[in-house]
């Protein structure tokens, strides 16, 4: 069985690590631990050793294991608070299934999207954290807007979209055996949260989270100015997708 509490104790001592040598806290990161394919025993096992923060990449995962670990985990007699990430594409036709579950959407990249998202909060009477997501390499295979489209994007939204609230940037790196190869995509796309800084107003937009970074590279986009990870193989090993 995977050790998932020590496993996680070498991610937050990796990533402490990674922290102080760009001058920062180890404090400060949000690390979010990524449940897909794992079940809600090996979730609760996660909880248990302190996970906080879950994030999920497809809506019939979040709905199936919402219902069954909910917000709000009873774990060993003990109450553990959970917040659900919505990590991965989200079509507008599905946002209805996961606006009453999901705290953080990590992956707006369309005004479309976020009308909708704006649409069914506004209808449950609640405002909806998002991060947008940037595609720094402009890769084809992923979803995300361009650098340039960032800064426009959050502008429709913020004047669109009153029941969302821009909170960050999220991006997701190219692929690469050596985690160096990318670090200047997460630095450019740092350097794109920072100007969005300069404009937030820290209601309808904020600078709250940088997410960068995953098991493979979340160290050098620590060092880059990342304060969200997210990591499932590193937490609970690799995936079976047999199952």
Known sequence: MIDIKNNLSMIRERADAAAKRAGRSGSDILLVAVTKTRSCEEIARAIRAGVTDVGENKV????????????????????????????????????????????????????????EIDKRAAARGRTMDVLVQVNAAGEESKFGVSTEGAKPLIDAIVERCPAVRVKGLMSIAPAAEDPEDVRRYFREVKELYDLIARDADGERLSAEYLSMGMTHDFEVAIEEGSNLIRVGTGIFGARDYGK
């Open 60 to 115: 019939q995962e979040i709905t199936e294991k919402f219902d069954k670990v909910g917000k709000f985990a009873e774990l060993d007699g003990k109450g553990a608070h959970v917040r659900w990430h919505m990590i991965g594409h989200l079509q507008r036709n599905k946002v209805k299934y996961i606006v009453d579950k999901t705290d953080i959407i990590h992956s707006v990249d369309s005004v479309g999207l976020a009308e």
